[in-house]
T-cell receptor, first 115, second 117 residues
Framework: NAGVTQTPKFQVLKTGQSMTLQCAQDMNHEYMSWYRQDPGMGLRLIHY???????DQGEVPNGYNVSRSTTEDFPLRLLSAAPSQTSVYFC??????????????FGEGSWLTVV | AQKITQTQPGMFVQEKEAVTLDCTYD???????LFWYKQPSSGEMIFLIYQGSYDQQNATEGRYSLNFQKARKSANLVISASQLGDSAMYFC??????????????FGKGTHLIIQP
């Protein structure tokens, strides 16, 4: 079972560089999202998508772009990396049922360091 | 105001003892869900257990149970017969039905649980 797959797992960037974190899921989930986790904190929502072609901002969207061209993929782009974006990034997905009980499944995380 | 509060930054527990991890929440939405996730040192987020606001009984999943006290707005995770492999960060999270498309999944800051032999 692949579930939610993120790449790369580790990345070091220089300030000002751009990069894309890839996320793919094989569960035919409509909903996908990106979170970041900073030391001593829980996860915070960056962007989310409720289906192909539809994206919206979460709690901390600044400095990030997303797109959703297919149901399976939801890449997260850093256009000009800043040290404040050093974090662990998690991609997540869930099925279409928007009831509060629909479980969210997370990828294994991507450790990003911006120097 | 924080929506999810976990008051125990860290806990040390002897192996085979039961563990209770505290979680209180704040919402005015009558429909919501409460989740617990485990994050081992390898970093992945592992779903453990879910409790819905309208559920009449406390949720259980193997050694995990959720002590849901709706009037007190608390959703404590209970791990019975702790094992060394239970050492990890544990996060309480809530999704409010009114969260709409944003999913509304809000996390607490976590509790670092260490099981000692």
């Amino acid at each position: 079972n692949a579930g939610v797959t993120q790449t790369p797992k580790f990345q070091v960037l220089k300030t000002g560089q751009s990069m894309t974190l890839q996320c793919a899921q094989d569960m035919n989930h409509e909903y996908m999202s990106w979170y970041r986790q900073d030391p001593g904190m829980g996860l915070r929502l960056i962007h989310y998508s409720v289906g192909a072609g539809i994206t919206d901002q979460g709690e901390v969207p600044n400095g990030y772009n997303v797109s959703r061209s297919t149901t399976e993929d939801f890449p997260l782009r850093l256009l000009s990396a800043a040290p404040s974006q050093t974090s662990v990034y998690f991609c997540a997905s869930r099925g279409q049922d928007r009831g509060p009980g629909n479980t969210i499944y997370f990828g294994e995380g991507s450790w990003l360091t911006v120097v | 105001a924080q929506k999810i509060t976990q008051t125990q930054p860290g806990m040390f527990v002897q192996e085979k003892e039961a563990v209770t991890l505290d979680c209180t929440y704040d919402t005015s939405d009558p429909s919501y869900g409460l989740f617990w996730y485990k994050q081992p040192s390898s970093g992945e987020m592992i779903f453990l257990i879910y409790q819905g606001s309208y559920d009449q009984q406390n949720a259980t999943e193997g050694r995990y149970s959720l002590n849901f006290q709706k009037a007190r707005k608390s959703a404590n995770l209970v791990i019975s017969a702790s094992q060394l492999g239970d050492s990890a960060m544990y996060f309480c999270a809530m999704r409010e039905a009114s969260g709409g498309g944003a999913d509304g999944l809000t996390f607490g800051k976590g509790t670092h649980l260490i099981i000692q032999p």
